[in-house]
C-alpha cells in the first residue's frame, strides 16, 4: 500500500546519485507509507527517505530532481509525471497536519486584543491602565524602568556624570532612604517636580541641585519623589496618558515597541504634575542633622559641570 488513497502500488524509475562525486545509476523508486525506497535493478535495497523529509524541486511538468533532506547530497532525477504529482500530494498533505505556531500566536494575539479592547469599554481606560502596571512582574518592571531612563536621557540628556557628583548623590540617597533600592539622576535643564519611573529611579533637573544653596531644598524634591513611589505606580500615570491602546499591548506582548517607549519617555518629560498629595514643590526637608556634609553637596551643586 502506499502513502495515498488511489495508489495500490506506485513505481518508477530514476537515476540516483549517492553523492556529488558518485556516478548516477539507474534505479527502481517505489512510494510506501512513510518511506520513498529506492532499489536496484535486481530487488535489492539502497536507501530508504522518509517523506516528510524529501525535498522536491521541479524542473518540468514531469521532472524533478527529490533529496532525502534541504541540502543533502544524495540526489534523485525522476521523469515520471504520476509518481511526481503523487509525492507533492503527501507533501501537502503532510504540511496541512503539521502544527503552525506562528499562525496560532497571531489568532491568540488577535483574540486577546479583541478581548481586551471589549474589556476596557466595559471596565474604563482607567482600569486597564491599572491593571497593565499592576499584573507586571517585578523584574519586567524594572527592566521598563531602565528602558525609560535611557530614552529620557537621549530627549533630554544626556545625563550629568561628574563622579564627585554622583558619589555625593548615592551618600544623598543612603541618607534619606537607607532601605529603599533607588537610584538618583540629574539632567541638565528646568523643572518643577522630579520624575520617578519604576524600579527606583528618581531623575532631578539642574535647577533642583544647582540653584540654592541649600542642600535641604534638593533633599525636599527627593523626599518627595519617594513619597510618590510608596504611594503610586509610575508606569501607570504614564500609561494612562498614553492611552488604552499602549497598555493592551503591554498585557498581550509583555513589551513595549520603541515607538511606545518613546511615547511613555517623552509624557514623563512633559508632565509637571505632582502626583503625590500636594500640588506645590515640596518645603525644604528641615533636619537636626545636615542632608549632606558641605564637600558632599558643593559635589552635588557641581554634578552638571562639564569640568
Known amino acids: 500500500m502506499t502513502a495515498l488513497k488511489g495508489y495500490e502500488r506506485l513505481e518508477c524509475t530514476g537515476l540516483w546519485r549517492s553523492g556529488p562525486a558518485i556516478q548516477r545509476r539507474e534505479v527502481v523508486v517505489s512510494c510506501g507509507q512513510a518511506t520513498l525506497i529506492l532499489t536496484d535493478m535486481q530487488n535489492r535495497p539502497l536507501a530508504h527517505w522518509s517523506l516528510a523529509a524529501v525535498d522536491v524541486q521541479t524542473h518540468k511538468e514531469d521532472a524533478a530532481t527529490l533529496r532525502p533532506a534541504p541540502g543533502s547530497e544524495e540526489s534523485l532525477e525522476i521523469s515520471d509525471k504520476t509518481m511526481l504529482e503523487a509525492l507533492l500530494k503527501v507533501q501537502k498533505a503532510i504540511d496541512r497536519s503539521r502544527p503552525h505556531p506562528g499562525r496560532l500566536r497571531f489568532i491568540l494575539a488577535v483574540t486577546s ?167 506645590q514643590p515640596p518645603a525644604p526637608l528641615r533636619t537636626t542633622k545636615p542632608a549632606l556634609p558641605d564637600g558632599a553637596w558643593l559635589g552635588l551643586q557641581a554634578i552638571c559641570s562639564s569640568g
Open 113 to 279: 486584543v479583541i478581548l481586551l479592547s471589549f474589556a476596557t469599554l466595559i471596565w474604563g481606560p482607567q482600569a486597564m491602565t491599572s491593571y497593565a502596571s499592576n499584573v507586571l512582574p517585578e523584574a519586567k518592571r524594572i527592566q521598563i524602568g531602565r528602558v525609560l531612563e535611557e530614552r529620557i536621557g537621549q530627549l533630554a540628556g544626556p545625563y550629568c556624570t561628574s563622579p564627585e557628583g554622583i558619589r555625593s548623590a548615592a551618600l544623598l540617597v543612603e541618607r534619606l532612604a537607607p532601605s529603599a533600592p533607588l537610584e538618583l539622576l540629574v539632567l541638565p535643564g528646568q523643572r518643577a517636580a522630579p520624575i520617578v519611573l519604576p524600579g527606583g529611579k528618581v531623575i532631578l533637573f539642574d535647577n533642583m541641585v544647582g540653584q540654592s544653596d541649600d542642600p535641604a531644598v534638593t533633599a525636599g524634591f527627593v523626599v518627595s519623589a519617594i513619597a510618590t513611589l510608596n504611594h503610586v505606580e509610575p508606569l501607570g500615570l504614564y500609561l494612562e496618558d498614553a492611552g488604552p491602546f499602549v497598555s493592551i499591548s503591554l498585557i498581550t506582548s509583555n513589551e513595549l515597541s520603541s515607538r511606545q517607549v518613546d511615547q511613555l519617555a517623552k509624557i514623563a518629560l512633559s508632565d509637571q504634575r505632582w502626583p503625590t498629595s500636594t500640588l
